[in-house]
């Protein structure tokens, strides 16, 4: 059976005691009904009977996806047909100010999530719980599907001293959850006095992969084009904390990585031979659009998932990073902060959630 997401029982699921209530909604453009039709339409069809919408906000890569990469900031605007604000979470505010939930009573969260702790999404909840416990504002969140299982988990638990905008709250990279699950922990763990009603899915199994779900794909971000691409995003998003291209700039984004100075063929071959489960390695050549190395070329590899529920992307991404600095010590390189608003601590410390050394020796 297909599973069925809130969204589309909204009049149903919606409490009884939050009727005629003044809301916000965080949505992005993967805020979609099992019919593609977007959040904010179906909340614009209840506008007045269930509720009275006031505002919107949007996460990282704006409310409409049009922004790439981290740091990349959007401004809040008017809604050109309800006229009323879009608020950006991510540009000079993260969090929800008083101002913006001056006439809101309810904040809904409609975000599809990744799985991954990197991801950060799940941080503006997070913020946005923490708002709306401070200001007495209700968070009513809409879950949806962990699009790489709710069973298997990965990586280490982030290590509090190493907080940031790619984790704000002890949980693996990989971390098995979906977004209601994630929106109940962080009440029961760090806002006790939230008032969090959470809308439930149904007919959705943890061992379910997105593409077992009925339900279809649309990017939560630019360069998440495909279930794919999440697939090996607990590992190899962490070659963002290297000068190693991780493919953005092409059409296979975390599929794909390499830098002008790699060796495709030997890569592969010796990839290949350390036996990571679940993965082929295939020598590949690119030539980014824009990002790292934008228009020269690269040589590396794909990443070939032969076996998705063997296979160990963070595992993968970490045995990646050890062989190209044991070959190419003299050009690989840890990336320098700023990133993702971190300014101290090296973006492959804040990806690992924990000293380098742990991993890499250093």
Known sequence: ?????????????WP?????ARIAALLHPASVSAKLEHASHILERHNGDLFQITAFFGPQHGFLGQTQDNMVEWQSYEHPRLGIPVYSLYGEHREPTARMLEDVDVLLVDLQDIGVRYYTFIWTLYLCMRACEKHNVAIVALDRPNPINGLTTEGPVLDPAY??????HPIPVRHGR?????ATQFRDEAFPKCRLPILPMKNWDRAMW????????????????????ATVYPGMCLLEGTNISEGRGTTRPFEMFGAP???????SRELNELRLPGVYFRENYFQPTFHKFVGQPCRG????????????PFETGIQIIRYLRKIYGESFEWKKPPYEYEFEKLPIEILLGGPIDKFFGD
Do not use: Y
Not at 1 to 13: G, S, Y
């Open 1 to 13: 059976m297909r599973v069925e997401l809130p969204l589309d029982n909204l009049k149903e699921l």
């Open 16 to 20: 009884e005691k939050l009727r005629g």
């Open 163 to 168: 907080k940031s905008f790619v984790g704000m």
């Open 178 to 182: 979906t977004i209601g699950e994630l």
């Open 210 to 229: 997105f593409d077992q779900t009925g339900l279809p794909w649309v990017m939560p971000s630019p360069n998440m084009p495909t279930l794919d691409t």
């Open 261 to 267: 100075f790699i060796d495709a063929a030997n890569l």
């Open 301 to 312: 590899a794909q990443l070939h998932v032969i076996d998705r529920n063997s296979f160990r």
